[in-house]
């Protein structure tokens, strides 16, 4: 029966200081992890990207997290399943999530700025900053 309490006294300790290392364990990575978001939120850019369908459905990329003066482009190709293709006048997006450009219809990139206006460059060459928003739209007028 000592041998018993004795050996349960011994568990006891040391799953007691086994949970107290634990613990520590996971403040430390707690402070680390608040440490390396305090530096992502230091070195990146938050946006807003909605894509519109053209069929009533619209799907908003609020704070969406980027490298500051990245691409539209790039940004569009992280979030989106896309196609597109490159001329001399910068990248044409053929294709958003499946919804292909068709005879009458395609894609256009807008931004906002005192109400909605249509880019004038190719994707890849608007470059985004803190706080833009922008719209990708399938449609079959400017």
């Known amino acids: 029966m000592k041998l018993l309490a ?19 364990q ?18 990146t850019s938050t946006v807003d990207i909605m894509i519109d369908y053209g069929n ?7 704070d969406t997290r ?4 990245e691409s539209l482009l790039n940004v569009t190709k992280d979030i989106t399943d896309l196609e597109y293709t490159m001329s001399e006048f910068g990248a044409f997006v053929s294709s958003i999530n499946g919804i292909e450009g068709a005879k009458d219809n395609f894609w ?9 206006k249509m880019g004038l460059t190719g994707a890849d060459q608007k470059y985004l ?3 833009d928003i922008v719209s990708w739209k399938y449609t079959d007028s400017f």
């Open 6 to 24: 004795i050996g349960l006294l011994c568990m006891t300790i040391i799953t007691g200081s086994y949970s107290v290392f634990l613990r520590s």
């Open 26 to 43: 996971y403040i430390a990575l707690k402070d680390e992890n608040q440490k390396i978001l305090k530096e992502l939120h230091e070195l």
């Open 56 to 62: 009533g459905t619209k799907t908003w990329f609020n």
């Open 66 to 69: 980027i490298i500051p003066g």
């Open 108 to 116: 256009i990139w807008n931004y906002y700025e005192d109400g909605w």
């Open 129 to 131: 900053h803190e706080g």
